[in-house]
């Protein structure tokens, strides 16, 4: 069987699967394959929530998809913080911080932290914030695990909650120029 892959960037208030059995979330949720008509099988590599964009990739290879999310892939994000975050606080985030994963605490892992210019990235459907709120400042997280929600929650360990985050890169993959709810078909993921 000939497998396919995707490229995607999902756009923030999309869930990042391609259906549902919650006849509830069904009418409640936007889903992917309302941007584009996946073949039967496609999955998706990891996730991204509800308020995350960025780069999603997708295939019908179960293995494949297995292998990258358990084989610690590098997965960079751009993230947008609350306030100008400060080097002791990166310095955290660089070395590991605490964080709740199922009721119980966890340290993350060593990753790459560094601060960043605001990148050029297409404008979000939904407002982030009025700047009159104060200032924020953009950072690049690259991490190897994927725990729920762990990048919103090491930023907000440091004190900078995450106003924005978007995945930019999984291993060597980018968006590259993808705009938001674009799916590129690609030979192969990794």
Known sequence: MQHRHFIHFKPFGYISQLNSNDDRQL???????????FPEGTMPVGRLDEK??????????????????????????????DGEINEE???????????????????????????????ELPERGKKIRDPRHGPTSW???????????QV???????????????????ATITLDNLQPGATKSVSELV
């Open 27 to 37: 009418r409640k949720k936007k889903f992917i394959n309302e941007l584009f008509d």
């Open 152 to 170: 919103r929650k090491m930023t907000s360990a440091v004190g900078f909650p995450t106003l924005r985050l978007v995945r930019f890169r999984v």
């Open 52 to 81: 995350s964009e960025g780069l999603l990739l997708l295939t019908t290879d179960g293995k494949l998809c297995h292998q990258i999310n358990s084989g610690g892939y590098e997965k960079e994000y751009y993230v947008q913080v």
């Open 139 to 149: 950072i690049s997280v690259t991490i190897t695990e994927g725990k729920f929600r």
């Open 89 to 119: 606080a990166i310095d955290e985030l660089k070395t590991g911080v605490l964080i709740g994963i199922n009721g119980k605490k966890y340290k993350t892992q060593p990753c790459k932290v560094h601060r960043i210019a605001t990148p």
